[in-house]
């Protein structure tokens, strides 16, 4: 959650509400409802001659170009107000995109920019928020100001008797010189008072304020859920296309470089076993002896490949024991505990199974642990894994990294990777994935 204020710096004897109304923040967030009035008188009436002009032009030809210009320009007004909301407010809003037209033609913008819900978020944003700036303007500079006023007021209270005739502010009066001021040193300094509080209540109430152009920008000048969604899964697709191509490249060099390299070699000794046949029978059978240890490694390192892309005791049996016959093959000895009333999908079950993998050969290679625990289990809509070890921490998702790239692997399922390493240790990477059963 956002906060008004920043926390008290350490060592710092003024309390944080004495501070806030001096802090920049809250000068910025003034100035940012103050000139939200201008601006919006601006694009109030540049909305209200779009729209009238636009409307009124329908019935001809030069009406929807028009109205497409005038979406144009609320676009760009729309630009400023983020920029200013940033400067301003420390608010980031994505730009909503930019319109494509289905033909690059004046024809094909038109009806690009008349059909983009931004476009008209755009101009809806600019109705809106002038009844809004001028309210929020009229309340802001009459909150500080008076505050401000009433706080000083024991400086400037020279100026009554000097230039106006009266002993200080009147509080009521019949007309005929009969009422009452604010004169006496109890009088003047109650009404200091009054205006401390105020000014300390300014900065919070200014940030309330804000609040809602927070709401109005973010909702109505930034893309729509439906676009964010888009672009995320664009993204997605693009990490799993990745992915996908780092895998095949992989298992193309564990080929070229284990089994298929053996495979050559073995293809080679049994040629020179079968010429030897006939001749040295004795070393033809040494030949075959040792081919034959070499079919069983290769046969071995086919089957590792296949088990680091889908083992079959996943398939057949599940996550648990698949997870637990992975546990045997790690270097550090390793508790598993799955907990799982049923199967998830497979394709989740599959990534699963490569995370916990991926997690325990980082423990195997770079913890110096000398103990880990594996944890599996589903909760409402997610599937969790746990990996904790012992071992001497620093581990991070920094970029270039392993976790780093299993980190994107799970955000493309809508996935999230934790990772708890302080140095020393000890280290918790947990793993949420969506539950698709």
């Known amino acids: 959650m956002e906060t008004a204020y920043a926390p008290q710096p350490h060592g710092s004897r003024v309390p944080e509400g004495l501070r806030a109304p001096f802090s920049g923040r809250a000068w910025r967030e003034f100035l940012y409802l103050f000139l939200s009035l201008?601006?919006?008188?601006?694009?109030?009436?540049?909305?209200?001659?779009v729209i009238t002009t636009g409307a009124g032009l329908l019935i001809t030809f030069l009406g929807i170009p028009l109205l497409a210009g005038g979406l144009a320009g609320a676009r760009a007004l729309g630009g400023l107000e983020r920029l200013r909301?940033?400067?301003?407010?420390g608010l980031d809003v994505a730009d909503p995109g930019p319109v494509r037209p289905s033909?690059?033609?004046?024809?094909?913008?038109?009806?690009?920019v008349l059909k983009s819900g931004a476009s008209w978020r755009h101009l809806l944003y600019s109705l809106l928020h002038f009844p809004w700036a001028l309210f929020s303007f009229i309340f802001s500079v009459t909150f500080w100001t008076l505050g401000w006023g009433l706080l000083t007021y024991p400086l400037w209270r020279w100026t009554f008797p000097a230039y106006l005739g009266q002993s200080g502010i009147q509080l009521w009066g019949d007309g005929d010189g009969h009422g009452a001021w604010l004169d006496t040193p109890a009088e003047i300094a109650v009404t200091a008072g009054a205006g401390l509080l105020l000014v300390l209540a300014g900065p919070w109430v200014i940030h309330g304020l804000t609040q809602v152009d927070r709401v109005m920008v973010h909702g109505l000048l930034g893309p729509s859920s439906l676009a964010t969604r888009a672009r995320q899964l664009e993204s997605d697709r693009g990490a799993v296309v990745d992915t996908?191509?780092?895998?095949?490249?992989?298992?193309?060099?564990d080929l070229h470089d284990g089994a298929q390299a053996r495979l050559a070699s073995l293809a080679l000794d049994l040629g020179l076993a079968k010429e030897k046949l006939a001749e040295d029978p004795e070393a033809a059978a040494r030949m075959v002896d040792e081919a034959h240890g070499e079919v069983k490694v290769a046969l071995q390192e086919l089957r590792d490949l296949a088990r680091g892309i889908h083992p079959a005791i996943l398939t057949d049996r599940g996550l648990g024991p698949a997870l637990s016959a992975l546990s045997a093959r790690c270097t550090v000895p390793v508790t598993v505990t799955v907990d799982l009333d049923r199967r998830p999908a497979a394709a989740i079950e599959g990534i699963a199974y490569f995370t916990a993998s991926e997690l325990l050969r980082n423990v195997s290679r770079h913890s110096g642990a000398a103990g880990a625990t594996l944890d599996v289990w589903h909760t409402a809509d997610r599937l969790m894994v746990l990996v904790a070890d012992n071992g001497h921490g620093g581990a991070h998702t920094g970029p270039g990294t392993g976790l780093a790239a299993l980190a994107e692997r799970l955000a493309a399922v809508d996935g999230l990777l934790l990772v708890d390493s302080p140095a020393g240790g000890p280290t918790c990477v947990t793993a949420e994935l969506p539950w698709r059963g």
Do not use: C, N, Q
């Open 38 to 49: 201008p601006l919006s008188i601006v694009m109030f009436t540049y909305a209200m001659v």
């Open 85 to 89: 909301a940033h400067a301003l407010l």
């Open 103 to 112: 033909k690059p033609t004046l024809m094909g913008w038109v009806g690009a």
């Open 244 to 253: 996908a191509a780092a895998d095949l490249r992989r298992i193309e060099r």
